[in-house]
């Protein structure tokens, strides 16, 4: 977890230092579909700051007209004209939120939507490495950093610019001098923001991660709070978590001094160029050179000139934020998953519900980034109908040796065939299909019993539910409170590990598979429900080619076959008794006999 | 057969390419559940305005407590930058109606005082504007970091029971995202709130000094704003909730399938979890907009009510001036004015969604700050004697789930038991016979509904929690894992262990040997909860942590249910050295753990219904265990 973090991290800060605004335009097929909307957006947004800088020079006219005049029936038109632009100031902000609220927040759902699509398909070891806190961060605070680009940044970065840009003819043309003379004091105010804008990013991009850092530390105490609790180490975590907040605190002070500094300066600057503005202005009206009622005009417009300044900070921070955000996302996007259809997928022949036959032929397997190969060289041959059981020592393999068959990891030598077929030619969709797997750690997911039976088969019949119910031992659940449609997992009821596995053995069988995998089906059981789960088990089996890694002699018993697993190879196959007899290895594998133990223990 | 999976075969080819069309509507998937969802959601009042509840009042109040000197200060520097700010109008004013004339007279004295006292003004404005701008940044996160530690703290205190029911997305989600939301509030708008509502006060005072008439035309104003902001608020609160509500499932679907994608990716879910994605994420889209149109209408409504007051004051103001009645500048100070009048009223729309949150998170907090832990800490904790000799017993304990509900669940009932110093005792029972609850209440998860459980005598509920945990160490089935090295993961067992203390614990429970082949071995990162690592191996690594923690009593729940057969004969050889003067407890769900009990306890529904040494069960015609261990031998073979 913690590798997965810096990996990210780096990655991260790799992409960010080297995103730069060009990055954005990958966005593009998402923001394709609503281009009309974006257009008319910035249309209307700079239309409306336009109207906007339009009420100073109509304030102008009425000082240096009518009141100058002291005509004040001459006023009535241009106050007229001054209330029709206040309203339509109004109206034109109005549409565009309207239109900034369909594009963005379709944008946004769009994108969350592929991100999920394509997290789903990603293959295990990348899950393996990737937290889904790192994860949900990208679709959650990353997409709406987005969507307010898109909505509202991108626009008012066009949208500012041409305000400044006709704020600063304006002023130009009201006196040129004193114009041309704001347009070059301004400027400085641009690098400077820039400056602290860059800076700004590399510590929030370090806050970022140091939340992140912290969220890990209180996932983890809060799902291992047992273990916590257990072992009284209340202080040591808490001491722990003290320190992840102190590095945390010092980055968000490190923020806001950067943050302090930069307002200060964007908000003082212009009201020093204003001290100006008002001395010269004053004086060139002295002198003649200007109006009393354009002076009033070049201030208020001057003021104009500030909003859109600050902002352009602001925007140029929220720019770069998101580059940073789309260089994470697409760090996710950009990862191809290895693990994909075939191009000309082959497709199984054979009745469908039929056993099929499962073989290892030379399978070889590495960890990604390990020195030395899991399996190398296995063979097994599974025949149509047959049930292996596969024994080995802890950490031989066998756990990543069922992981194979449904390709939820690839092996990296040789292959694994179903009825000759290597499982890499057929479809995805084919090969899990007619490959299930019980998982030793039964996931369930807070939705109805029955959503977590058929998972990735709605249309299961009833019948088939209660079939598999049965087979499973798991007649618990009519027990619940809403039956099959009553809420598990995390946000529901809660279960025993041994109702978890056998919720997670009916699963498996639900699927009429053509081989049935099973991770040590029956650990967590009781002897009672073991029995039971057994009994039904053996009508299963019958039926399937299956691989059941098994620990006990019991779950063994199942099978009509042993391997035996040692040394990443299968080192002996055959019955139990069989291998009790001759393989010593064996023998000692499964052995509870318990005066042998005696023995040991008295040698 | 029939019956059986082979059966009669379904009635269509289930590997028609039939397209995603789910066969149970996608709205169905959840299944239903009593607990009411959002009770720790309900936090912002339905009518209105956020309101603090009195627990997140006070809690508010308890934590700026230290700082209160300093907020005063902020205060203070708030007030001088707003004054500083709004003098600039005022003077740019007074240089066009005395500055100018002067000037015109050929005298520039005037002018250039004036420029000198705008140039200070702006100057002094952005100094009082930086020293604010940090000290509510370092006053701000010293409240943060304060809430952190306190909620952490605070759930590490309560209880498992209460960490099982309020279930662990809930208790992770209100230490971060609940905490960010305050965070997001102090970091972006309460400042600009301040000033906002300091500009309008001292606006309107300037303005009222200025021309009380103009100045009443800007004050009425208010009351069409005040309306809007009325209705804003009432359907804000409302749609906002949505929001949460929405990302809250949206969160669950996204979390869960990560977690669980061996399953999702081997169950073919995908195209269904599609499905059930799109549907939160459009409701969640749905719900945004909601919140951002009802934006859409009280921005504009703003400004729109602002350009018509600002108009209507140029119209009457210019009308004056044109009469003779009123100075140019005063018209030109009051029209600067107004902008920063009427401006930041929309911030504060941006800024009460923030607030919203804010609220609504610290309402969250406060609720689980205000939790009792069920198992409190004793005022007074007895100590225990040294050393310890680890006898435990129970006296009239009674135990039940869910005593609010309307129908407790009674695990244990009427239990007198006593396991005295150094006896190895198995638990042996069907699945809720409440073997794991006597385990539980031995260490102190729960406490019992009635009686007592005592160590050497103390009740337990009078012992400090560290005195309890270094007497007394359960390991579980999970095995869980935090992410760092091996060695770290065993050295949590005790703190400050040397590494060939850990080593040779991991030696002592023949974990040694799967250590040293792992790529860095004992430096390996677990990675990911342990991801890497099977079962059995994460059971061993609990198993060196609990056996380098050295407790008087050990507790194993399940603990070796997932080790092969040879690695549990060698846990159990090391059991019977390692729990060599030690009280233990032992469920497991295989007789073989069982033989190296001194003692067996055979429970039924919460009663103790046998109870002896193995041999003497095993002898005793008809009983439970002698069935069982009959059926353990057929297994055998």
Not at chain 2, 25 to 51: F, H, L, N
Not at chain 2, 395 to 403: A, I, K, P
Request: glycine content about 8%; aromatic content about 6%.
């Amino acid at each position: 977890m913690a590798l997965g973090a810096d990996d990210a991290s780096a990655a991260g800060s790799h992409a960010g230092a080297h995103a730069s605004v060009r990055d954005l335009l990958r966005l593009w097929p998402w923001l394709r579909p609503y281009r009309g909307y974006l257009i008319f957006m910035l249309v209307v947004a700079t239309l409306a700051m336009v109207v906007q800088s339009v009420l100073p020079i109509i304030t102008a006219a009425l000082i240096d007209g009518p009141i100058a005049r002291h005509e004040t029936s001459g006023m009535y038109p241009l106050i007229g004209l001054a209330l029709l632009f206040g309203v339509l100031e109004a109206v034109l902000f109005g549409i565009r939120r309207w239109a900034m609220n369909i594009s963005s927040l379709a944008i946004e759902t769009d994108l969350r939507r592929d991100f999920y699509q394509h997290l789903q398909r990603l293959p295990v070891s990348f899950h393996d490495r990737w937290s889904s806190g790192q994860l949900l961060s990208r679709v959650t605070s990353d997409l709406s950093m987005l969507r307010r680009f898109v909505g509202f940044m991108a626009v008012f970065v066009v949208a500012n610019l041409a305000v400044i840009v006709v704020v600063l003819a304006m002023l130009i043309r009201l006196h040129t001098v004193l114009g041309l003379a704001v347009c070059v004091v301004m400027l400085p105010l641009a690098v400077v923001t820039r400056y602290f804008e860059r800076r700004y990013n590399i510590e929030a991009r370090r806050a970022q991660d140091l939340t992140g850092d912290l969220a890990t530390g209180v996932e983890e105490s809060v799902l291992g709070i047992r273990v916590v609790k257990s072992f009284g180490r209340r202080g040591q975590l808490l001491q722990n978590f003290t320190g992840d907040a102190t590095r945390l605190r010092e980055a968000e002070l490190g923020k806001n001094r950067t943050l302090a500094t930069l307002w200060t300066i964007i908000g003082t600057y212009p009201q020093l160029v204003l001290a100006g503005v008002t001395c010269f202005g004053v004086l060139a009206v002295a002198n003649g050179s200007l109006s009393q009622g354009d002076l009033v005009a070049f201030i208020t417009l001057q003021l104009r000139l500030n909003w859109p300044l600050m902002a352009m900070g602001w925007l140029i921070a929220g720019t770069e934020e998101t580059v940073a955000a789309t260089a994470r996302l697409f760090e996710v996007f950009d990862t191809a998953s290895d693990i994909t259809d075939p191009p000309s997928p082959v497709r199984l022949a054979g009745p469908w519900n039929q056993p099929a036959r499962l073989q290892f032929s030379d399978v070889c397997f590495r960890f990604p980034g390990a020195a030395e190969d899991t399996l190398h060289g296995l063979n097994l041959d599974i025949a149509p109908g047959e049930t292996m059981a596969l024994v080995g020592a802890t950490g031989s393999g066998k756990t990543v040796l069922t992981s194979l068959v449904g390709r939820l990891h690839d092996v990296t030598g040789g292959a694994v065939k179903i009825d000759g077929v290597p499982v890499n030619q057929l479809s995805l969709e084919e090969l899990r299909r007619t490959v299930s797997t019980a998982f030793e750690d039964a996931t369930l997911f807070s939705a109805s019993v029955r959503e977590n039976l058929t998972l990735g088969r709605p249309e299961a019949t009833d019948e088939e539910v209660a079939e598999a119910i049965e087979i499973a031992q798991a007649g618990f659940v009519h027990e619940l409170p809403y039956a099959l449609e009553t809420r598990v997992g995390e946000q529901g009821l809660s279960l025993s590990g041994g109702q978890r596995q056998r919720l997670a053995l009916a699963r498996a069988v639900i699927g009429r598979p053509r081989v049935l995998v099973l991770d040590d089906p029956l650990s967590a059981l009781d002897v009672h429900t073991e029995s039971q789960v057994e009994k039904a088990l053996r009508r299963v089996l019958g039926a399937t080619t299956a691989l059941v890694v098994a620990h006990r002699a019991s779950t063994v018993l199942l099978a009509d076959r042993v391997a035996l697993l040692d040394g990443g190879r299968i080192t002996a196959v055959g019955t139990h008794s069989e291998l009790m007899a001759t393989n010593s290895s064996y023998r000692n594998l499964l052995s509870q006999d318990a005066s042998q133990d005696a023995q040991e223990v008295s040698v | 057969m029939s019956t059986g999976l082979s059966g009669t075969p379904a009635t269509e080819r289930p590997d028609d390419p039939d397209g995603q069309a789910p066969a149970v509507p996608v709205v169905q998937w959840r299944g239903r559940y009593d607990r009411k969802e959002s009770e720790d959601e309900q936090a912002v009042v339905a009518e209105g305005r956020p309101r603090l509840d009195p627990e997140a009042r006070r809690l508010l109040f308890e934590l700026i407590r230290p700082y209160r000197r300093q907020v005063i200060i902020l205060l203070a520097l708030v007030v001088g930058q707003v004054i500083t700010t709004m003098a600039a109008p005022l003077l740019i004013g007074m240089a066009i109606d005395h500055g100018l004339p002067d000037a015109l007279d050929g005298n520039y004295r005037t002018l250039m005082q004036l420029t000198l006292a705008l140039v200070t003004a702006a100057t002094v404005a952005g100094g009082l504007q930086w020293v604010f701008l940090r000290r509510t940044g370092i006053v701000g996160q010293a409240v943060l970091f304060d809430l952190r530690r306190r909620v952490f703290d605070h759930t590490q205190r309560l209880s498992v029971s209460w960490h099982e029911r309020f279930t662990s997305g809930r208790v992770i989600s209100r230490l971060t995202s609940d905490i960010d939301t305050l965070r997001e509030l102090l970091d972006s708008s309460l400042d600009g709130l301040l000033l906002s509502v300091l500009n309008i006060v001292v606006i309107s005072v300037v303005m009222l000094v200025l021309d009380p008439w103009l100045a009443l035309i800007a004050l009425i104003a208010l009351i069409p704003l005040f309306l809007l902001f009325r209705w804003f608020s009432a359907h804000s609160t409302v749609a906002f909730r949505r929001t949460r509500e929405s990302v809250a499932l949206l969160i669950v679907q996204f979390v869960e399938t990560l977690n669980g994608i061996r399953a999702v990716q081997a169950f073919r879910r995908e195209p269904r979890n599609d499905a059930i994605f799109e549907v939160l994420n459009n409701d969640y889209r749905d719900a945004n907009r909601k919140v951002f149109d009802l934006h859409a209408i009280f921005i504009p409504g703003v400004t729109l009510i602002g350009n018509i007051a600002t108009v209507t004051v140029l119209f009457i103001g210019g009308y004056r001036v044109a009469e003779g009645g009123l100075a140019l500048g005063v018209l030109t100070a009051f029209l600067l004015y107004l902008r920063e009048f009427y401006g930041p009223m929309e911030d504060v729309a941006i800024f009460y969604n923030s607030l919203q949150s804010a609220t609504a998170a610290l309402e969250k907090l406060a609720l689980v700050l205000d939790e009792e832990p069920s198992v409190p800490a004793p005022a007074h904790p007895v100590p225990l004697p040294h050393p310890t000799a680890g006898e435990i017993r129970f006296d009239s304990v009674e135990f039940s789930y869910d005593l609010k509900a309307e129908r407790p669940v009674t695990v244990l009932h009427e239990l007198d038991l006593c396991i005295q110093s150094g006896q190895t005792v198995a638990l042996v029972g069907a699945t809720g016979a409440g073997k794991t609850t006597i385990a539980k209440l031995i260490s102190r998860f729960y406490d019992p509904t009635e009686g007592q459980v005592r160590l050497d005598g103390v009740a337990l509920n009078e012992l400090s929690d560290l005195d309890l945990h270094t007497a007394v160490v359960m390991i579980t089935q999970d095995g869980f894992l935090f992410s760092g090295s091996v060695a770290d993961n065993i050295a949590f067992g005790r703190p400050g262990a040397t590494r060939a203390e850990i080593e040779q614990a991991a030696r002592a429970v023949g974990a040694e040997e799967f250590i040293r082949r792992l790529p860095a071995g004992f430096d390996t990162d677990v990675r990911k909860r342990g991801g890497r690592l099977s079962a059995g191996q994460r059971q061993l690594i609990a198993f060196a942590r609990a056996f380098l923690a050295d407790p008087a009593v050990l507790i194993l729940d399940e603990a070796t249910s997932s080790l092969d057969i040879p690695t549990e004969r060698a846990v159990q050889r090391a059991l019977r050295t390692v729990l060599h003067g030690r009280t233990a407890l032992i469920i497991a769900h295989r007789l073989s753990t069982v033989a190296i009990a001194d003692r067996v306890l055979v429970l039924d529904a919460g009663r103790v219904i046998e109870d002896g040494t193995p041999a003497d069960l095993i002898a005793t015609v008809d009983g439970q265990y002698a069935a069982l261990h009959t059926a353990w031998l057929d297994s055998l073979v």
